[in-house]
């Protein structure tokens, strides 16, 4: 029985198994490998086509090519997958630019992950599962590096002479939609909007935050809590509701209810008052000031014939 290889680890990637065998690890056989980095230049993926070969039982061609390249019987051929209708074997790390796109010290060897995906030219059923795990698999390190479907390319991209992949080149259109389909699902689902919660703020202008002496979920508490010379914002920073400031003006007219009245800016006892007044001259004494019961009695003297008393201003 051949000496199959066994791999470093086994994971599932976009539905195709990938067994990690790197060749940097296990290199007792001294082939050449590449030395170039890759790291955060990766600018896409690269396909491949290679045919079928007689494989050892127990074992699939993808193994079998990267045992072939561990006994140093692939010449100068380094890729980082081989890919066929069972699984994938990843022979360099992605990190690691490859030797597979013929174009030297191009973009193409130094810049993309290539698969080697197996394939006869009959493009039967197994070789259509062959290719729908190498899409898979391209789709895959695509959403890895936040790549798009434009960064998908043949070797024929980055060597003309070479028309590879050769078993999918026919229907290169085909495969490009396949894997974009498998790209997309990869992407999460976009999250539902969340509703925005209205809130009603209570300020002194919209953009004075500072202002802000509360935000209500209902309106008509807004309204209530809103004092002269504020306004009612909604989220929109709409005015909804306004309160004017609060003159004090000689002449100004104000309602009572209930209020203590003072015979001056300084008695400790009052009676209580309601209805329609008239602020006698605006000026406030010790926090009190002078009420009139009509207009024309503003400013009039003498003081004692016309000033009806004193209120608190707080009250007013």
């Given at each position: 029985m051949a000496n199959i290889l066994k791999p470093d680890r086994t994971v599932n990637v976009n539905g195709v198994?990938?067994?990690?065998?790197?060749?940097?690890?296990?290199?007792?056989?001294?082939i050449d490998m590449p030395s170039?980095?890759?790291?955060?230049?990766?600018?896409?993926?690269?396909?491949?086509?290679?045919?079928?070969i007689t494989t050892a039982e127990g074992t699939t061609p993808a193994e079998q090519y990267t045992r072939v390249t561990f006994n140093g019987n692939m010449g100068d051929v380094r890729v980082?997958?081989?890919?066929?209708?069972?699984?994938?074997w990843q022979n360099l790390p992605l990190s690691l630019s490859g030797w597979h796109a013929a174009d030297g010290d191009g973009d193409g060897n130094r810049r993309t992950i290539a698969i080697e995906c197996i394939m006869s030219?009959?493009?039967?059923?197994?070789?259509?599962?062959?290719?729908?795990?190498?899409?898979?698999?391209?789709?895959?390190?695509?959403?890895?590096?936040?790549?798009?479907?434009?960064?998908l390319f043949t070797q024929k991209h980055w060597y003309s002479k070479k028309n590879c992949p050769a078993q999918i080149l026919p229907?290169?259109?085909?495969?490009?939609?396949?894997?974009?389909?498998?790209?997309?699902?990869?992407?999460p689902e976009p999250k539902p909007a969340q509703e925005t919660k209205k809130l009603y703020r209570v300020r002194k202008s919209k953009d004075d935050a500072k202002s802000q002496i509360g935000a209500y979920s209902v309106l008509d508490n807004a309204?209530?809590?809103?004092?002269?010379?504020?306004t009612v914002f909604d989220e929109n920073g709409k005015t909804v509701h306004s309160v004017p400031e609060r003159s004090y003006a000689k002449g100004t007219?104000?309602?009572?209810?209930?209020?203590?009245?003072y015979a001056s800016s300084t008695s400790e006892d009052g009676t209580k008052k309601s209805g329609t007044f008239y602020l006698y001259d605006g000026a406030e004494i010790n926090g009190r000031m002078r009420i009139t019961i009509k207009p024309e009695y503003c400013g009039n003297t003498p003081i004692g014939m016309y000033v009806t008393g004193w209120v608190n201003k707080a009250d007013i």
């Open positions: 198994t990938v067994n990690e065998f790197l060749l940097t690890s296990h290199n007792s056989n001294n170039d980095s890759m790291e955060d230049s990766i600018l896409g993926v690269t396909i491949h086509n290679t045919n079928w980082h997958f081989y890919c066929d209708d069972v699984c994938a030219p009959e493009y039967n059923e197994r070789d259509r599962k062959s290719e729908d795990n190498c899409a898979r698999l391209a789709a895959a390190l695509l959403n890895q590096y936040g790549l798009g479907i434009e960064s229907h290169w259109d085909e495969f490009v939609k396949k894997v974009s389909g498998y790209l997309e699902a990869l992407k309204k209530r809590a809103c004092p002269p010379g504020y007219k104000i309602e009572l209810k209930d209020v203590t009245l």
